[in-house]
């Protein structure tokens, strides 16, 4: 009997974003849920100050060591003088055939990892560095959104030039009472503020700072629900079903804690009972900004539904969450894709993407 070979893949999970124990529960649940016939893995937690441990030193923190005890450990091993001790540890690891990069947020959604491994000349799941960068910054986002005429909720960009030009009262004749203040690049509802008066809105305004230099004033819906829908593919991309959030009553909107600390009243409805009319406008809304920022591999579109029935894409999350509780996976298992099935096929597409870039002609002419 002949054996197949199996496919080695390294799993990038950790990160220096508000988001670093949310990745690590994203590759433990890819883990748990990969094909060990199929493939061998091995592991790079990137750490809190962005430096790629090894395997061996990975795995520890995966099976529950002290991570801070094990960084500290490792980090006396390296020589800080070479300019690629944050990456030196990749070169332990021979024979690499693919990347799956779980590293939500900064370093990891923003196009940084894509960056490397693009050098690296390997095959990665998810989005290219442009595309990545794009849908991560909120701002960047919205202007490709506008241009694809793809709905989405009016802002104001704040930054430290233009911040004392704005104050509560100038947005809210602009956008009315209640204004959310979010960091253009950060995730997990890190940073964001619910904002009805001056005073709020100066103390929201000086937290959200602090995650960015960039921050959207934005508009608020009447209402609203929250869907979500997942996206899965290259050049053809498909949609799942969709999902419904509903938090608390004394919740303002979907916190980090809803998310990540405590979701014991957090409803997940999967998939959600709407009518066909609002399923297919959302569907095609996510289709086509998915196809507008050029997205690759997947991506989870979250929506916001006002009293009326109006959608408006709020956000694009190029490395979504793999938890217990993510959307992404959910969303596809009441699709009918299974877990282990949805991560064979972001590695085929990683795949197939990298083929696709590799068929690019980069030729040049020598000056004589």
């Known amino acids: 009997m002949t054996m197949v070979k199996k496919t080695h893949l390294a799993l990038l999970f950790g990160g220096d974003s508000s ?9 433990h649940n890819i883990y748990d849920a990969m094909d060990k016939d199929k493939y061998d893995i091995s592991l790079f937690l990137l750490t809190k100050k962005g430096i790629i441990l090894s395997d061996e030193a990975s795995h520890r923190i995966f099976n ?10 490792e980090m006396d091993k390296l020589d800080f ?9 990749l070169a332990a690891v021979k024979d690499i055939d693919v990347f799956f990069p779980t590293i939500h947020g900064n370093l990891g959604e923003d196009g940084t990892i894509q960056g490397l491994l693009r050098l690296l000349h390997k095959p990665y799941v998810g989005s290219g560095i442009l595309e990545s960068a794009m849908g991560f910054d909120k701002d960047i986002t919205k202007k490709m959104l506008n241009l694809a005429d793809v709905r989405n909720t009016n802002y104001q960009l704040i930054t430290p030039d233009n911040k004392d030009d704005w104050s509560y009262a100038k947005l809210q004749a602009k956008f009315g009472d209640v204004i959310f203040l979010k960091p253009a690049n950060q995730g997990s509802s890190v940073g964001i503020h619910k904002v009805t008066n001056e005073k709020e809105f100066e103390d929201g305004l000086k937290d959200a700072f602090r995650y960015d230099y960039k921050i959207l004033a934005e508009q608020s819906i009447d209402g609203p629900e929250e869907l979500e829908i ?5 050049e053809k991309p498909i949609a799942s079903k969709l999902g419904a959030i509903r938090v608390p009553k004394q919740d303002k909107f979907y916190t980090y804690d809803n998310k990540f600390v405590d979701a014991s009243e957090v409803i997940f409805d999967i998939p959600v009972d709407v009518s066909k009319e609002l399923a ?13 920022l050029g997205l690759k591999g997947m991506a989870r579109i979250d929506f916001l539904v006002s009293k009326d029935d109006v959608p408006y894409l709020g956000e694009v999350n190029t490395l979504p969450g793999f938890t217990n509780i993510s959307l992404y996976p959910q969303l596809w298992e009441a699709s009918g894709i299974s877990y282990t099935d949805l991560i064979d096929r972001l590695i085929d597409l990683a795949y197939a993407e990298f083929k696709r870039q590799s068929e690019i002609i980069h030729d040049f002419k020598p000056l004589s």
Do not use: F, W
Not at 64 to 73: A, L, N, P, R
Not at 81 to 89: E, M, R
Not at 280 to 292: P, S, W
């Open 19 to 27: 988001e670093h124990d949310v990745s690590k529960r994203s590759a």
């Open 230 to 234: 997942s996206i899965l593919g290259n």
């Open 81 to 89: 003088s070479d300019p690629l001790a944050p990456i030196k540890n």
């Open 280 to 292: 297919d406008e959302i569907t095609d809304m996510a289709l086509r900004a998915y196809r507008a």
């Open 64 to 73: 529950g060591e002290s991570e801070d005890d094990v960084v500290k450990e």
